[in-house]
């Protein structure tokens, strides 16, 4: 199946901060990659869509000033934490569909980065 | 507003026995039905998907049963071992995934 990556896959920073989080997929183009947030014991939220060459589209109540998402190339995602406070942390998750057309609805999801802000 | 209700939101099985997960939905868009298996600090993975217009679909020892009349589908993991231990996610998509809550299953030896 088709491989999505994430660096870093855990980070530790202090509140205040901003962190950057990068999401590649490895043999195959995403126009499109997702971003997701997961705290301990939930499901999956999603948090916004990434869109190469363009904005991103967030999800209700995230706020875009401070999850800034570029998608700069069809295999580059990143996600940045802007002044990360505890609150922040969580688990954070991008997938890509293994297609093109956006009807094929096929996700591959990455290993996932734990971010810890004290 | 929960798109897809999951249950049970635990479940424990013996080694052998048969772990029977249920989803419910609201959209009638959606058009595409995966499962998700999830281990501890790792990203969640495809384990077996159907779209609506077959009742049933079966790949290895897991099945996912579909009722589009009554929108809702189910994981059967048959001959459960200690290694299926995870939490397992349905989801339902129309363009963009919507996860059930998940359920952790444990399979005792």
């Known amino acids: 199946g088709a491989v999505v990556s994430q660096h870093p896959s855990w980070v530790i920073c202090k509140s205040g901060t901003s962190v950057k989080i990068e999401c590649r997929s490895l043999?195959?183009?995403?126009?499109?990659m997702f971003w997701y947030r997961q705290f301990p014991k939930q499901s999956l939220m999603l948090m916004a869509t990434?869109?190469?060459?363009?904005?991103?589209?967030?999800e209700q109540g995230v706020e875009k000033d401070k999850f800034l998402i570029n998608h700069a190339s069809l295999t580059l995602s990143t996600l940045t934490v802007t002044s990360a406070h505890p609150e922040d942390s969580s688990f954070y998750i991008c997938?890509?569909?293994?297609?093109?057309?956006?009807?094929?609805?096929?996700?591959?999801f990455g290993p996932g980065t734990r971010l810890t802000v004290l | 507003q929960q798109q897809v209700k999951q249950s049970p939101q635990s479940l424990i099985v013996q080694k052998g026995g048969i772990s029977i997960i249920n989803c419910a939905y609201e959209?009638?868009?959606?058009?595409?039905f995966p499962w998700y298996q999830q281990f501890p600090g790792k990203g969640p993975a495809l384990l077996i998907a159907?779209?609506?217009?077959?009742s049933e679909k079966k790949e290895g020892r897991f099945t996912i049963s579909f009722n589009k009349s009554a929108k809702q589908f189910s994981l059967h993991i048959m001959d459960s071992q200690p290694g299926d231990s995870a939490t397992y996610f349905c989801?339902?998509?129309?363009?963009?995934?919507?996860f059930g809550s998940g359920t952790q299953l444990t399979v005792l030896p």
């Open positions: 997938s890509a569909p293994a297609r093109l057309a956006p009807t094929y609805n096929e996700q591959f």
């Open positions: 043999d195959f183009q995403a126009t499109t």
């Open positions: 990434s869109n190469e060459g363009s904005k991103a589209t967030y």
């Open positions: 959209n009638t868009a959606f058009d595409y």
């Open positions: 159907i779209r609506p217009d077959v």
């Open positions: 989801a339902a998509s129309g363009g963009q995934l919507t």
